[in-house]
């Protein structure tokens, strides 16, 4: 899980126009991140190898990808993209828009039980 290596000119920039520019879902989801797992410290919008991850939290090990109308068409991508994150030791969970916006509760019971399934990996 290497992330803390010298990034390219403009890496940080556009991690910080990304966040600027977040959706409706990924800020709805940030907020609930933020509070229902503030030991995980969750980050937006981190560039991980040669991509952009909506959020990520090393402590966990995951990241999670909202995904709007357009991953329909990209799901070649988005299928290489997390077999890279995986190769970098990242759990790769993805969600819909329409599913952050609609059941934020649910979203956040998923995430918990993806961050159980790592803490009893841990202790096994």
């Known amino acids: ?3 803390y290596q010298q990034q390219p000119s403009g890496t940080v920039d556009r991690a910080r126009d ?3 520019n977040a959706t409706d879902a990924e800020k709805k989801l940030w907020a609930g991140l933020r509070r229902a797992f503030p030991e995980l410290r969750f980050r937006r919008q981190v560039p991980v190898g040669p ?3 909506d959020f990520l939290s090393v402590r966990a090990g995951l990241v999670i990808e909202v995904d709007g ?3 329909d068409a990209d799901a070649a991508y988005d299928a290489r993209r997390t077999v890279v994150l995986n190769q ?3 759990r790769v969970e993805r969600f819909w828009n329409d599913d952050v916006l609609t059941n934020l ?3 956040l019971q998923r995430v918990a039980a ?3 399934d790592v803490r009893e990996g841990e202790s096994a």
């Open 1 to 3: 899980m290497r992330m």
């Open 18 to 20: 990304l966040r600027r």
């Open 51 to 53: 991509y952009f991850v």
């Open 69 to 71: 109308g357009q991953h």
């Open 88 to 90: 970098q030791g990242f």
């Open 105 to 107: 509760d649910g979203v």
């Open 114 to 116: 993806l961050v159980a």
